[in-house]
């Protein structure tokens, strides 16, 4: 499905779209663990904007168990949170989901079940893959691969509002977590929900600052569009009304 007629759909389906985004322990080889941690989850309801967290210090809470000693307690805190989660998952059964390159098994809805397999030996319920949108591939699609540097998305945020200050790169997450910043952790993961809804209504309206312009991927949207197939229709009729005054 091109990117257009994934802005179409998503539009017309608002009522059941689903933000989410969340954050982890290092991707790389330097975990305790194979996979890492999830440490924090927001999905957010577009239509409603209501958020539904899911975060380890949240549920340390919950347990009367010290900050200090959440580390101790990590396998608990996790599985606790994805099993709320999941069950989040399977009572909506019928969403869609928005994302960021949540595409696989080392960062995705992948990595998520695989968690929640690994800590509660219990299989995750599936989100489909044609229930998956991902929002940087859609702007890449419209505006170009080319049209943002790395980090993409850090740089389109210093282009479209600028950066909030609860906005953390992957690697501050990373340090965040070793030093058991859960809840500076957490207000990152929701503030980039957040800001992909933002982003999803500029995308809609087509004004997404961009470093550079690419101008074939601008025109082919713009023949695609609504208004491009009204002037398509107009020009057809004033053809064809020149034609019967011709050969009237």
């Known amino acids: 499905m091109k990117a257009i007629k ?79 989660y999941f069950e989040y998952v399977r009572n909506h059964h019928n969403a869609y989901w928005l994302h960021w390159n949540m595409t696989n098994i080392n960062y995705g809805f992948e990595a998520l079940a695989h968690r929640y397999e690994v800590l509660t030996g219990k299989r995750a319920p599936i989100i489909e893959d044609i229930k998956r949108f991902n929002l940087s591939t859609m702007i890449l699609a419209v505006y170009g691969r080319d049209c943002v540097e790395h980090p993409r998305m850090r740089r389109l945020m210093e282009l479209n509002g600028g950066i909030d200050r609860d906005y953390l790169e992957g690697k501050d997450e990373v340090e965040a977590f070793n030093n058991k910043e859960y809840l500076k952790l957490h207000k990152s993961t929701m503030h980039k929900a957040y800001w992909f809804s933002h982003m999803l209504h500029l995308l809609k309206m087509n004004k997404i600052n961009t470093s550079h312009t690419n101008w074939k991927s601008r025109i082919e949207r713009f023949c695609e569009s609504t208004a491009a197939k009204v002037i398509g229709f107009a020009a057809g009729l004033a053809t064809l009304g020149g034609m019967y005054f011709w050969f009237k």
């Open 6 to 84: 994934q802005l179409e759909f998503i539009f017309k389906n608002l009522d059941n779209l689903l933000v989410i985004h969340y954050s982890c322990q290092s991707l790389s080889d330097n975990n305790e663990g194979y996979s890492p941690r999830v440490t924090s989850i927001a999905v957010l309801h577009e239509k409603s904007r209501c958020m539904k967290s899911f975060s380890i210090h949240m549920y340390a809470e919950k347990e009367k168990i010290d900050r200090v000693d959440i580390d101790t307690n990590y396998d608990k805190l996790e599985a606790l949170m994805l099993e709320d």
